[in-house]
């Protein structure tokens, strides 16, 4: 049988159901077996994770010839710039690659949980919210993207899926949902 969970991933917690070193997995919140994630947020990322026994269906979301959107709400340092917010629309230069085109707008700081350990803040330095959807997901790509621009990533949310959207799910739950459309 099919299943499909989403998770509200909180701060601090590894996209496995195991780690040698003691560090907070989903094992420690989600208690429906046999189910992987579809793709991964880094252990410093928060938000959307869409978790399968779904081959076909993580092949779909995870393979970026596929385009399925994913959106993230980044706090950054600094206030973005048209050009900046340009830069990242266009695609920038990571690592000898460029990302595909996203879109970007900049935001009002957003309502969410409270994270276990506060971000760093510099008294000399502002920091905004930007929302960026992107069609692939690279290693820390987001991240990759706002440090390439100037804008160093402080926090960052993954706040949908293709049509899947966090919808209000607490930190740390999850919850069991039918084939979405993707």
């Known amino acids: ?18 780690d040698e070193l003691g560090r ?36 779909r979301i995870s393979n970026p010839k596929n385009k ?5 709400w980044a706090q950054v340092e600094g206030i973005p710039t048209e050009e900046q917010l340009a830069q990242l629309s266009a695609g920038v230069l990571i690592e000898g690659y460029k990302t595909m085109p996203a879109r970007i707008k900049a935001i009002e700081e957003p309502k969410l949980w409270e994270r276990s350990k506060p971000i760093r803040f510099r008294k000399s330095i502002p ?11 690279k290693n820390r790509q987001v991240r990759k993207m706002t440090a390439a621009v100037g804008l160093p ?11 899947l959207k966090l919808d209000g799910l607490p930190l740390g739950k999850y919850k069991e949902i039918i084939k979405p459309v993707i």
């Open 1 to 18: 049988m099919l299943k499909y969970v989403v998770f509200n991933k909180p701060f601090e917690v590894l996209c496995q159901f195991t």
């Open 24 to 59: 907070k997995t989903l094992k420690d919140f989600i208690k429906v077996p046999g189910i992987y994630s579809v793709g991964r947020l880094d252990y410093d990322s928060e938000g959307l994770l869409l978790l399968t026994n779904d081959a076909a269906m993580n092949h």
């Open 127 to 137: 920091t905004s919210w930007i929302e960026l959807t992107i069609r692939e997901g």
């Open 68 to 72: 399925v959107e994913k959106t993230y």
């Open 153 to 163: 990533c402080l926090r960052l949310v993954r706040v949908a899926i293709g049509p």
